[in-house]
């Protein structure tokens, strides 16, 4: 069974930086697509950024420039560093993997993942 688990949330000031992490558990084929996903307070989830089997990124408009994914086949291991923070960034940031063997193409769709971490607060102060 997969299970994602998210760690580095927190409270930050405007201007400031966090990492998220994501650490997988169970199979995960090195070839699968990965996700950061958040959800701010009444409002639907949304694609953050995501990365495919051959490290090819795709970040939402609003983080490009100040979001970076990145990820340790080795290891399992999905990473979120983000700069820059705005408090219109704040809400759930949730890792997601799509379960493939091999995807091509990192895709901010929520549809395309079907395993889901619980997700870690993110709260930015003006």
């Known amino acids: 069974q997969v299970q994602l688990v998210e760690s580095g949330g927190g409270s930050v000031q405007a201007g400031g930086s966090l990492r998220l992490s994501c650490v997988v558990s169970?199979?995960?084929?090195?070839?699968?697509?990965m996700g950061w996903f958040r959800q701010a307070p009444g409002k639907q989830r949304e694609g953050v950024a995501g990365?495919?089997?051959?490290?090819?990124?795709n970040y939402a408009d609003s983080v490009k420039g100040r979001f970076t994914i990145s990820r340790v086949n080795g290891k399992n291991t999905l990473y979120l560093q983000m700069n820059s923070l705005k408090p219109e960034d704040t809400g759930v940031y949730s890792c997601?993997?799509?379960?493939?063997?091999?995807?091509?193409?990192?895709?901010?769709?929520?549809?395309?993942?079907?395993?889901w971490g619980q997700g870690t607060q993110v709260t930015v102060a003006s």
């Open positions: 997601a993997a799509g379960g493939y063997s091999d995807c091509s193409g990192p895709s901010l769709s929520p549809p395309v993942y079907n395993y």
């Open positions: 990365i495919d089997r051959d490290g090819r990124t």
């Open positions: 169970g199979f995960i084929a090195s070839g699968d697509c």
